[in-house]
C-alpha cells in the first residue's frame, strides 16, 4: 500500500522554525522527485520545494528561497523540509508528493500556522 505521511507541522511564532516529515511507504521511494506543496484557505496549491530522486538537484519558489531546505534520505525512504524565519504567509497546509512520468502519490497533509 502505498503511503506518503507528513509531520511536524504544528503552530509557530513569526520568525521561528519548523521541520516538516515526509515518511513514504509501498513504493520505489529513490526513483521518485519529491515535492512539498502547500495551499492555504482561498489560494491554490503552490510548489514551494522540490528535490530529484538522487538528491542532487533541488528547487525552491521565490517565497521561500533562502528560508527553507529541502533534503532527503533514500536509505530511510524520508524527505524534510526545514522551515525557518516562518512568516504569516507561511501558514498553509503542507503537503509531500512523489513524481514519477508513470505515477504520482500525494499525502494527507500537515498543517502549518505562523502566528505573528
Known amino acids: 500500500q502505498v503511503q506518503l505521511v507528513e509531520s511536524g507541522g504544528g503552530l509557530v511564532q513569526a520568525g521561528g522554525s519548523l521541520r516538516l516529515s515526509c515518511a513514504a511507504s509501498?513504493?520505489?521511494?529513490?526513483?521518485?522527485?519529491i515535492g512539498w506543496t502547500r495551499q492555504a484557505p482561498g489560494k491554490e496549491r503552490e510548489l514551494v520545494a522540490g528535490?530529484?530522486?538522487?538528491?542532487?538537484?533541488?528547487s525552491y519558489a521565490d517565497s521561500v528561497k533562502g528560508r527553507f531546505t529541502i533534503a532527503r534520505n533514500n536509505a530511510e525512504n524520508t524527505v524534510y523540509l526545514q522551515m525557518n524565519s516562518l512568516k504569516d504567509d507561511d501558514t498553509a497546509v503542507y503537503y509531500c508528493?512523489?513524481?514519477?512520468?508513470?505515477?504520482?502519490?500525494w499525502g494527507k497533509g500537515t498543517q502549518v500556522t505562523v502566528s505573528s
Open positions: 508528493d512523489a513524481d514519477r512520468p508513470t505515477a504520482t502519490y
Open positions: 509501498g513504493f520505489d521511494f529513490r526513483l521518485y522527485f
Open positions: 528535490i530529484s530522486a538522487s538528491g542532487g538537484s533541488t
